[in-house]
């Protein structure tokens, strides 16, 4: 095994997606250091990151979700600091986390998205309900987790789910409904691997579907043909080069009825807690959880350029 140094696992944080942040940065700890790795743990809600540089840290494990973890800002202080770290670089990071500006990439170079509109406080509510048709969902376009989003079912409940959506981004999006599927494709390295299918037991794959419920079901193997399966693999390592990713990350996609896939968004910093998605594909590839982290932790960007 290759010899990381001390590695800070960086978890928490100040989003919306702290305490999920917790537990997948509790379970990468715990792998890391079964590994024989001189892994710590380090929450920057409590601790200044230029701790990291007295404390002779010399590689960093980012396990932050959202805002001030997986949005960039980090990512830029980390490599002012000369501190290598896990996964995608700075504007990758910041871009994957704005849905409109990852799907404005993605539409440049013709790869498919759901149709969209975004909102503000003066929208013609029923008129976009119209355009895009029902039910609909509205989102914040800055948060992960399924923070803030809803679920439309009628042009009447559009403008309550925008100023929900408005309380955690001053960008809102509306996305029309797309009812074939709900699949995800982890990257690791320059290869995806197995998709996974999710059957939410609610409405829709929200936070408590996500992180709380043992009732959402994950098929992996998708149950998807293997051609099917390949090419929403290859469009899944597209999507996720354009926008500049490295390292690892997850793509999520919608199906229509007709098996054309939709790509809905990145998460260039995804969980890691016993509901997540990477380490179930990595299973199915035979990969255990340790393993996972450390080859996550093998393709950290950058080579430590400060005296510890």
């Not at 990512?75 to 871009?95: I, N, R």
């Not at 809803?150 to 789910?161: H, I, P, T, Y």
Request: proline share 4%.
């Amino acid at each position: 095994m290759k010899d990381f140094g001390k590695v800070a696992v960086l978890y928490g944080g100040r989003s919306a997606e702290r305490e999920v942040s917790l537990k997948s940065g509790a379970a990468v700890l715990a792998a890391l250091q079964k590994s024989g790795v001189d892994a710590h743990g380090f929450d920057p809600a409590v601790q200044d990151l230029h701790a990291l540089l007295d404390e002779g840290y010399q590689r960093t494990f980012i396990a932050l979700h959202g805002r001030f973890g997986e949005d960039g800002t980090v990512q830029g202080a980390l490599e002012l600091m000369g501190m290598p770290y896990t996964g995608s670089g700075v504007l990758a990071s910041a871009l994957a986390m704005d849905k409109w500006r990852t799907k404005l990439v993605w539409q440049a170079a013709g790869l498919p998205v759901p149709a969209y509109e975004l909102l503000t406080a003066d929208s013609d509510f029923d008129a976009v309900a119209a355009r895009l048709g029902l039910p609909l969902f509205v989102k914040p376009a800055n948060e992960g987790s399924s923070v803030g989003i809803s679920k439309v079912k009628q042009a009447s409940e559009l403008r309550a789910a925008y100023e929900e959506a408005a309380r955690h981004d001053k960008l809102v999006l509306a996305e029309a409904f797309v009812g074939g599927g709900e699949y995800t494709a982890a990257i690791l390295g320059s290869r995806a691997l197995p998709i996974i299918k999710i059957e939410p037991a609610n409405e829709f794959y929200d936070y408590e579907a996500k992180y709380l419920r043992n009732d959402t079901r994950y098929l992996c193997p998708s149950g998807l043909a293997e051609e099917p399966e390949a090419e929403m693999q290859r469009l899944a390592q597209r999507a996720f080069a354009l926008i500049g990713g490295t390292g690892w990350g997850r793509v999520d996609f919608l199906m229509d009825a007709s098996g054309r896939p939709y790509l809905l968004e990145i998460n260039t910093s995804p969980g890691m807690t016993d509901h997540s998605l990477v380490p179930m594909a990595a299973r199915q590839a035979g990969m255990s959880f340790e393993q996972l982290v450390l080859q996550i932790l093998e393709l950290s960007t950058g080579e430590l350029t400060h005296v510890g």
